[in-house]
Nanobody, 126 residues
């Protein structure tokens, strides 16, 4: 069982930055993929950045490459998403999710994720 809580959302102007946190409790993140998803007001939930908690290179979708950085602090059992040069189209509810071990197939398939946080809102104004 993994309990996830996201924090760090807020309202910023275009070009600004935010750092989201996803803190896990009840178990230590290790053999889990932890991924940040986001869902805009009238859109689908999409995966944008993922990290294997036991180590390895992060994975990003095209939206996140170059602007967002996912990282893990093992001591704090927390995954971060640092977002720079934010744009109005980044406005969304941001979720973190964790798998129950290894998965196969497309990493950003949300059906592969067992544990979800409640989400944190990011609003970017122009």
């Amino acid at each position: 069982q993994v309990h996830l809580v996201e924090t760090g959302g807020g309202s910023v102007q275009a070009g600004g930055s935010l750092k989201l946190s996803c803190t896990a409790s009840k178990t230590t993140l290790w053999r889990n993929w932890v991924t940040w998803f986001r869902q805009p007001p009238e859109g689908e939930r999409e995966g944008i950045a993922a990290i294997w908690a036991a180590g390895g290179s992060p994975v990003y979708n095209d939206t996140a490459k170059g602007r967002f950085t996912i990282s893990l602090d093992k001591d704090k059992n927390t995954v971060y998403l640092e977002m720079n040069n934010l744009k109005p189209e980044d406005t969304a509810l941001y979720y973190c999710a964790a798998t129950n071990g290894l998965i196969t197939g497309w990493l950003f398939d949300r059906s592969k994720y067992t544990y979800w946080g409640q989400g944190t809102q990011v609003t970017v104004s122009s």
